[in-house]
């Protein structure tokens, strides 16, 4: 905001009447930098005037009520820095946990100060990458918290299948590997495991997120653990219990939650299906599915596209690949295209194929995987991995697939060996 002296600090107060807001108005109210643009009755009143744009940096009370992760990613959103007056240590941490841009006492001496280091920072310029600069090694432990999302058209192409084989793939001895169904349809990884849950993992993940409660030891309450070979896990965080509750999971939350699965090893993320090949208008300005499947394309470090190797999956498939190439042209370079239920009677094979994905664009890879229904169906009924069942044409493939993504070291990957008793919360 730009007054009479110069450019000042607009800020808008939310104290909800705590005994720090009357010091806190004066100081800034006898400041020449800082202007106190509305003191706000409450926080549906803070959000409605922040989405005017008419203002720097909220300043409220840690207990204003409805204050969680969705209001702070409203405020950030609408270009405001978060400043939390909390009265006790709990309350920091929540707003730190929350993401507010500062945390001050009520016992404040400096508020014009506090304020202006909370206006958010302008973005620094994009460099242009430099094509000949050598592309930088990642870390040991940033390559062992990869995060392969799992995504293709719908008709069911075996996207879950694939998401679960990969990640029993990756489950090595001391080292679990993490499976997070984020499928807004309805999430079914759940169903392939056996897992019956009375909580859905990734709404109680959310719900704690949204608290500013979520962290390392809350997130491991939500998982359950499954045990598809000695000395690996699976942990999941099992999906929507039904299409309507994908809208639980706010915008920016699906970020922060992968963000913190991937400290624990390599994620592989179950998308479902849209967005690119068929998206869902909706209403102006209201989210949908399709901006949920987004986010999850969006997150990934390797995007595993499913499709199958008949007419109709390759129509679709070629169908989603165009709709990433057009939307996300970036994102091609870490894309993986695998072609679920290669079978010979289809008339066609590999080099075809590969010559019609490439033909629409030149994705990292191009896989096959072959058609083994009745060991699909088998594990299905019974509620296991691919892995619990032994070695197989499809168990390789997706051995091979995992290897090809970096989950599995050349020449680590063991022969499966069914394990017994294998669930625990």
């Given amino acids: 905001m730009v007054g009479p002296g110069g450019p000042r600090v607009a800020v808008l107060l939310a104290g909800a009447g705590a005994r720090w807001e009357a010091a806190a108005l004066a100081a800034l109210d006898a400041s020449a930098g800082v202007v106190v643009h509305k003191r706000c009755v409450d926080l ?19 207990e204003l009520a409805g204050l969680d992760a969705a209001a702070l990613h ?22 730190r946990n ?7 006492g009520p016992d404040q001496d400096d508020w014009p100060r506090a304020v202006r280091d909370a206006v958010p920072a302008a973005p620094a310029p994009v460099e242009p990458p430099d094509p000949g600069a050598p592309t930088p090694e990642l870390p040991e432990a940033h390559r062992a918290g990869e995060v392969v999302v799992v ?72 998982l359950r653990t499954v045990s598809p ?26 970020p922060d939650l992968v963000g913190l699965l991937r400290r624990r090893g390599p994620v592989v993320l179950d998308a479902g299906a849209g967005w690119a090949a068929e998206p869902d208008p909706g209403l102006p300005g209201r989210r949908t599915r399709e901006d949920l499947v987004r986010e999850s394309v969006e997150v990934a470090d390797k995007l595993v596209v499913v499709g199958t190797a008949d007419p109709v999956g390759l129509t679709r498939l070629s169908r989603c690949l165009v709709g990433l190439v057009e939307q996300l042209p970036d994102a091609l370079e870490r894309t993986h295209v695998v072609v679920n239920r290669m079978r010979g009677s289809l008339g066609w094979g590999e080099r075809e194929i590969r010559g019609m994905v490439e033909g629409l664009g030149r994705p990292a890879s191009t896989s096959f995987l ?30 091979a697939l995992a290897t090809g993504l970096g989950l ?10 069914p394990v017994r008793g294998r669930r625990r919360r």
Avoid: Y
């Fill in 98 to 104: 929350l993401g507010a841009a500062g945390v001050v």
């Fill in 151 to 222: 995504w293709g058209p719908g008709g069911a192409p075996g996207r879950t299948t694939v998401a679960v084989g990969v990640a029993a793939a990756a489950a090595a001895p001391g080292r679990a590997s993490v499976l997070l169904d984020a499928d807004p349809a309805g999430g079914t990884v759940a169903q392939h495991l056996g897992l019956l849950d009375e909580v859905s993992g990734v709404l109680a993940a959310a719900r704690l997120g949204n608290q500013g409660r979520l962290d390392e030891d809350r997130m491991a309450a939500c």
């Fill in 229 to 254: 070979r000695r000395g690996g896990a699976v942990e999941v965080l099992t999906g929507f219990p039904r299409p309507d509750r994908w809208s639980d999971l706010r915008p920016g939350a699906l």
């Fill in 370 to 399: 072959p058609e083994e229904q009745q060991v699909v169906d088998r594990a299905l009924v019974h509620g296991t991995t691919l892995a619990e069942a032994g070695a197989g044409p499809l168990h390789e493939g997706m051995v």
């Fill in 408 to 417: 599995v070291a050349v020449g680590g990957a063991r022969r499966s060996i």
């Fill in 44 to 62: 549906p009143d803070l959000l409605a005037v922040a989405g005017t744009g008419r203002g720097d940096v909220a300043l409220v009370d840690g």
């Fill in 74 to 95: 409203h405020l950030r959103k609408a270009g405001l820095g978060v400043l939390v007056c909390a009265g006790d240590p709990g309350t920091a941490e929540r707003a």
